[in-house]
């Protein structure tokens, strides 16, 4: 199948070579499935005041006293039910393939249709989401092209080279700066990466037991469909399935690397949801369909979502539910970690010190 979630092999300091050559810098929309019934809508734990726990699991992985619990537990994009912002960055490569304004200009439209669609599925949950994007305004600054001093792989393996996930990590820390968490109140930031190729669209997540590393979160998403034809531009569903991930959705097919999704699953939630999201992104006859997302954010992507508490044959995958909502793992944590009751309690969300 073709999307998906991942992290790379350990990055090398001496991969630090290849950065990001900043060019120059340049929000959006405000958000808020289908019933299965006897569902009860999940509380959005709230970003905690930055105080550090002293005697946890937590203290296993606490490496960097920047970051408190919850931002080692999900990673910089937080959940969707926290205020966030999407930082779009638009890479050319230095001396070859490039952006044009009019490509930018579709990917603009494309991830607005996106984001819309995801404040509509969450509103079907009785839920409110509030993510922060690039709208094309000239004064906007979530919006950054660059150019990257490498060239990009593309094509369907769903990999670039090492030296590029180092340079966007780099990129990524110096982007999540002071200045923009205190403009949008939040320290839930994800990154959005454009590359002006071919490829299959991927996100890097941050799981529980990375604790401080790995903790910036982006999607790549390639101008063109890698597994269509040259002139196929990515759809929204591409985007609003990678956005997902940032916020805790798993893919959820055979082969996924998220270690709960077994075939049996998989083949539960074609038989049940054949329109979930992150299922496929493609329309009912496996076509690209734009101006529209015609998908589902099923319960069983919710409750990983926090859009709900459970999910109908929930009893039958229990693994699926023994994380904390928006909380990517490797297993090794499995039915240790619960959320604490502190971090349920309902308190304004903050823009905690990074």
């Not at 408190?68 to 999900?74: A, F, G, I, N």
């Not at 044009?100 to 969450?122: F, H, K, M, N, P």
């Not at 009912?284 to 099923?298: C, F, N, R, T």
Request: proline share 6%; net charge negative; aromatic share 12%.
């Amino acid at each position: 199948m073709k999307w998906k979630s991942f992290r790379p092999a350990a990055l090398t300091a001496g991969l630090l070579a290849a950065a990001l050559a900043l060019a120059g810098c340049a929000p959006r929309l405000a958000l808020n499935s289908p019933s299965s019934g006897g569902r009860t809508p999940f509380d959005w734990p709230q970003p905690d005041t930055g105080e550090q726990p002293s005697d946890d699991w937590y203290g296993q992985w606490y490496a960097d006293p920047s970051l408190t619990r919850e931002q080692c537990m999900y990673g910089s994009a937080g959940l969707l039910g926290w205020p966030s912002v999407l930082v779009s960055v638009y890479l050319d490569e230095r001396g070859g393939v490039s952006w044009t304004e009019e490509d930018i200009a579709r990917s603009r439209q494309t991830l607005a249709t996106a984001v819309d669609w995801i404040g509509q599925q969450c509103a079907q949950y009785g839920a409110e989401a509030n993510i922060i994007c690039d709208d094309g305004t000239p004064d906007s600054n979530l919006f950054v092209r660059t150019q990257y001093n490498g060239r990009f792989a593309g094509g369907t393996n769903s990999a670039e080279s090492d030296a590029f996930y180092t340079a966007v990590y780099d990129l990524c820390e110096q982007l999540d700066t002071a200045e923009l968490r205190g403009q949008y109140g939040t320290s839930s930031i994800g990154f959005l990466i454009f590359l002006p190729v071919s490829g299959s669209s991927f996100t890097m997540v941050h799981y529980l037991e990375d604790g401080s590393d790995y903790y910036h979160e982006f999607s790549c998403l390639y101008r063109t469909d890698a597994y269509s034809g040259p002139d196929d531009f990515e759809t929204p569903a591409v985007y609003a399935h990678e956005i997902l991930h940032l916020y805790g959705a798993p893919d959820l097919y055979a082969g996924s690397n998220d270690y709960y999704v077994t075939s049996q699953l998989a083949d539960y939630v074609q038989a049940t949801w054949p329109d979930e999201i992150m299922l496929d992104t493609y329309g009912p006859d496996g076509s690209l369909v734009y101006g529209a997302v015609e998908k589902q954010i099923s319960p069983l992507t919710g409750s990983r979502l926090g859009l709900c508490s459970t999910f109908e044959g929930a009893e039958a995958f229990p693994e699926v539910n023994e994380m904390p909502p928006g909380v990517f793992s490797t297993g090794e944590l499995a039915g240790v970690v619960q959320l604490p009751d502190d971090v349920t309690a309902a308190r304004p969300p903050v823009a905690v010190a990074h």
